[in-house]
């Protein structure tokens, strides 16, 4: 067999595979459709920039004066207690979410079905409607139990437990992905079940959804403007609050920009910080 003839073959092969199948290559296409996505981005940025009103816009949504007005107490009231509340909130949900994924797998019935109740509970409610029970139902229920923290401790108790219905449901995830083995170990070393649970399979399983626990932070800053429900003071502000508050009083929308550009200054680093330990986990695996 002459081996120059070989090529030959396959280019005559492929041809007459093509008058088969006639059409575009996949390469081809994949060009064509990304020529078309720039185009219609393009086209896009062009008609922002020349179709939009920028005096109009500028004037009421970025008014420079209005924006210098906003500082300092947009950082040193409104985001110092969206930090506030979102990491009280985060904690409460953090603790309250272990315990009740241990109790979903529990053996024991009984807390499986309390585990389960209270995830499809507060994993159905909104978080408006769980803060807003907390504020205006609670008082009048239970005049004799009052939340500690005031509305700092409202807020923290109302998102943390939006929060713990879905970290609950995490960290079952993480915890049946720790091989079975690693509490076998533990207990033939004699470890109860629960030290071997705190020990050794927690602390794993913490690790491998970190990407996930990192998002929820991400989910409950952004609920976190939800506490304007609650009737909090000026001095309680959040984000939202401050913004909104800033704007009636001048009549202007750009306090409400602001506050939007302050929550990107911590949700962008986040979820940069959410996709480095995706990409880390990857090339652990």
């Known amino acids: 067999m002459n081996p120059k003839s070989e090529p030959k073959s396959v280019a ?6 093509f008058r088969k199948h006639p059409g575009l290559s996949p390469r081809k296409k994949y060009q064509i459709s990304m020529t078309v996505q720039y185009v219609v981005i393009a086209a896009v940025i062009l008609f922002v920039i020349f179709g ?3 005096a109009d816009l500028s004037e009421k949504f970025f008014n420079a004066e209005l924006i210098e007005r906003s500082f300092p107490e947009l950082f040193t009231v409104a985001l110092a207690n969206t930090v506030i509340y979102t990491a009280s909130g985060y904690v409460v949900g953090f603790a309250l979410g272990i315990l009740i994924a241990v109790m979903r797998l529990s053996s024991a019935a009984v807390n499986r079905w309390i585990a389960t109740g209270f995830i499809e509970i507060f994993r159905g409610l909104p ?29 923290a108790l ?15 995830a993480g915890i049946q992905a720790v091989p079975k083995g690693q509490m076998e170990a533990a207990r033939s070393l004699g470890m109860s079940h629960t030290r071997a649970m705190v020990t050794i399979i927690l602390p794993q399983a913490v690790r491998i959804v970190i990407p996930p626990l990192t998002n929820e932070l991400i989910l409950l800053t952004k609920d976190s403007s939800l506490v304007l429900t609650v009737g909090i003071a000026a ?3 959040d984000l939202v609050k401050f913004g909104n508050d800033l704007a009636n009083e001048t009549g202007n929308s750009t306090p409400l920009v602001v506050a939007g550009l302050a929550f990107l200054v911590i949700t962008i680093p986040l979820s940069i910080l959410v996709r ?10």
């Open 12 to 17: 005559v092969e492929a041809a007459t595979d």
């Open 52 to 54: 939009a009103d920028w």
């Open 127 to 155: 978080a408006l409607l769980i803060l807003t029970f907390l504020a205006f139902f609670w008082p009048v229920a239970f005049p004799n139990l009052i939340i500690p923290g005031g509305n700092y401790g409202t807020v």
């Open 158 to 172: 109302g998102l943390g437990l939006c929060s713990a219905a879905y970290m609950a449901e995490t960290f079952r």
């Open 235 to 237: 001095k309680e502000s």
């Open 276 to 285: 480095r330990l995706e990409a880390r986990q990857a090339k652990a695996r």
